[in-house]
């Protein structure tokens, strides 16, 4: 079945540093793509998504670029904050069912 | 900004007793999931409704658990009875199909401890 790989965490990294969280796909068909990000004691918020093959989301300075070649869509932010510390989720839809499929998550430490 | 509202946002029980979890989806949302999350098996989808019609459930331990939507306002996840393995934070989400418009909108949880 449809199914996401993320990297495995924690990622501890000093503030204004580069940030890279790798995430690969398996599905069947074109699925869409997402990241939602998870702040201490709340649900999960929509951080960025793309829907197609070679599409790039973007927000608060975060980007992911949906790369059907090599089936990966990684979450990258050229100067992380520590506002930044969150646990990052990628995740697909799929297909007619609609639903989300998330990978296992990955903490980011940003440290002053 | 509009929520999803989810009741209670923690709950300690005692193995053996029933547990009901309430969510108030976004107005106007058709579609309403629940996902479980523990730290060994991440997030896993356990039930979601379309038009308060269950499209699938087969996530759901079918012995133990059901969910409902007795209207378009309430989502309800019972657990009966309750097992220490059911610890865990609860989300519903809901949204409008397809996700790639907007996305879901996911509430705060519901910390379960089953002690």
């Known amino acids: 079945g449809d199914s996401v790989t993320q990297m495995e965490g924690p990622v501890t990294l000093s503030e204004e540093a580069f940030l890279t969280i790798n995430c690969t796909y398996t599905?069947?068909?074109?699925?869409?793509l997402f990241w939602y990000v998870q702040y201490p004691g709340e649900g999960l918020q929509l951080l960025l998504k793309?829907?197609?093959?070679?599409d790039k989301g973007s927000n608060k300075g975060f980007e992911a670029t949906y790369r059907k070649e090599t089936t990966s869509f990684h979450l990258e932010k050229g100067s992380v904050q520590v506002s930044d510390s969150a646990v990052y989720f990628c995740?697909?839809?799929?297909?007619?069912?609609?639903?989300?499929?998330f990978g296992t998550g990955t903490l980011l430490a940003v440290q002053p | 900004d509009a929520r999803v509202t989810q009741t209670p946002r923690h709950k300690v029980t005692e193995m053996g007793q029933e547990v009901t979890m309430r969510c108030q989806p976004i107005?106007?949302?058709?579609?309403v999931f629940w996902y479980r999350q523990t730290m060994m098996q991440g997030l896993e989808l356990l039930a979601y409704?379309?038009?308060?019609?269950?499209?699938?459930d087969s996530g759901m331990p079918k012995d133990r658990f059901s969910a409902e939507m007795p209207d378009a306002t309430l989502a309800t996840l019972k657990i009966q009875p309750s097992e220490p393995r059911d610890s865990a934070v609860y989300f519903c989400?809901?949204?409008?199909?397809?996700?790639?418009?907007?996305?879901?909108?996911f509430g705060s949880g519901t910390r379960l401890t089953v002690v």
């Open positions: 989400a809901s949204g409008l199909v397809p996700p790639e418009n907007y996305g879901y909108t």
């Open positions: 599905a069947t068909g074109y699925p869409s």
């Open positions: 793309a829907t197609k093959a070679d």
């Open positions: 995740a697909l839809s799929q297909g007619a069912t609609n639903k989300l499929i």
């Open positions: 107005l106007g949302h058709n579609t």
């Open positions: 409704f379309r038009n308060r019609a269950p499209l699938d």
